[in-house]
């Protein structure tokens, strides 16, 4: 394994911080209920950014997709629901056995791995990456975005979300999301791992992305519910086109 090798994406301290998950990953009215609401967002964005009609029942059939940092599936399921050949991966042993076993009870044909994207490999080459609440838990994010592109093919996508590195990031991913609405559980995040956008861009476009489209987010955990925001000063997605 190279998880220990000085480049590696795996960080044990974050890694550990999800062992306790194992019932918290399909409780929608948990800790975790803002993950399961956030795909009424990332699901038309995605199908958007592959210019896919969100009113066909399969929109997404035959494309090859890699979730990476899948957790318990929250986003493979709806993604294999939509017609596509869904592959999972996580570090974490214990998301990748509650992701198959609730695949299985759903009658979902999932490829999920215990693993790292390093790690990784794959005959076939994947139409679509998603990374989604990913990037603010792992180290080497240069190594983590070099380490996608030979499973692309070209003009595929990268698709992501993460958390903006600025003061109000702190002030609400951290202090009123964990400490005081307890909207995810204490300590999950850590605001020195969090990613300011122009850095992630740089990395996309060393590494022969382009395209780019970086779209802030917000959470209203009043009404429980997730918009398309106008700052990219806390939450965002992103996507980018790989062009070799």
């Known amino acids: 394994m190279k998880n220990k ?22 409780n929608l009215k948990g800790e975790l209920m803002a993950l399961h609401l956030f795909n009424e967002l990332r699901i038309p964005y995605i199908l958007n950014s592959l210019n896919k009609d969100m009113s066909t029942p399969k929109p997404l059939k035959n494309l090859n997709i ?8 929250i986003l493979c399921e709806p993604l294999k629901r939509l ?25 979902l044909s ?9 790690d990784f490999s794959s005959k076939k080459k994947f139409d679509l990456v998603t990374c989604m609440e990913v990037l603010e838990h792992i180290k080497n994010i240069d190594t983590f975005i ?14 992501g979300s993460t958390i903006n590195k600025t003061f109000r990031s702190y002030l609400k991913a951290i202090i009123i999301a964990e ?28 590494n022969n992305f382009n395209d780019l489209n970086f779209n802030g987010v917000a959470f209203n955990p009043f009404v429980k519910d997730w918009k398309f925001a106008d700052s990219k000063n806390t939450n965002y997605l ?5 062009k070799l």
């Open 66 to 73: 890699l979730d990476i940092g899948c957790g318990g599936g």
């Open 83 to 107: 017609g596509a050949k869904v592959t999972g991966i996580d570090t974490n042993k214990f998301a990748i056995e509650v992701a198959k076993n609730h695949a299985r009870q759903n009658h």
């Open 110 to 118: 999932i490829d999920y791995y215990n693993i790292s994207i390093e």
């Open 146 to 159: 070099k380490s996608i592109t030979p499973i692309l093919k070209k003009n595929s996508l990268l698709i």
């Open 5 to 26: 090798q000085k480049n590696s994406t795996f960080d044990l301290k974050e890694n550990e911080k999800f062992d306790n998950f194992a019932q918290k990953w399909w």
């Open 238 to 242: 992103f996507s980018a086109k790989y």
């Open 179 to 206: 400490e005081i609405l307890t909207l995810l559980p204490p300590n999950t995040h850590d605001w020195s791992k969090f990613i300011n956008t122009n850095r992630l861009k740089k990395i996309l476009f060393i």
